[in-house]
């Protein structure tokens, strides 16, 4: 295999004639050597030993959810309500959001004719229990909910209401 030299306006980076990939690393290594540097108007490619790190996609997602959730719940941050009250109206939000996602999966489900009905059937008992177990969830931060706040007054009260419902 005979390699390719770049020009004057180009590094130098000897490259496979089949392939324009880069020779073996003792090309490069030669081409990047000290005797290189003599030729008058030539510019040699050094290798690079920067290293640069991103974000993988879910570590993106998981940062835009976070601060979609911090805008989504910046009224509750906002009053003045105690720190265990903002927790739990945020809860019933979440779980209120969750139990939307459910209902509707379980809607379209019911409408589906993917799969075999012993699937689905299947599918729409999990979902069911999944339904259950959010409406029990949302029951109990209720229930807590009303425990934190019996001692506000009625304004206090409307205003931890009209939060829960977003």
Request: no cysteine; proline share 4%.
């Amino acid at each position: 295999m005979s390699t390719i030299e770049a020009t004057a306006a180009s590094p130098l980076v000897p490259l496979t004639q089949d392939a324009a990939l880069p020779a073996s690393a003792d090309d490069v290594a030669a081409a990047t050597s000290s005797d290189a540097t003599d030729m008058p108007g030539i510019v040699v490619a050094r290798p690079s030993t920067d290293v640069h790190i991103s974000m993988s996609g879910s570590a993106l997602s998981a940062t835009r959810s976070t601060k979609e959730a911090a805008s989504k719940d910046s009224d509750i941050d906002n009053s003045n309500l105690p720190d265990n009250v903002k927790k739990l109206i945020k809860r019933m939000r979440e779980l209120r959001e969750k139990l939307e996602q459910k209902a509707q999966e379980l809607q379209e489900l019911s409408h589906s004719t993917a799969g075999s009905p012993e699937q689905r059937r299947m599918r729409i008992e999990a979902l069911r229990a999944e339904v259950g177990a959010l409406t029990a969830a949302m029951s109990k931060v209720g229930a807590d909910l009303a425990q934190a706040t019996r001692q506000f007054t009625s304004d206090e009260q409307k205003l931890v209401g009209s939060l829960v419902m977003g």
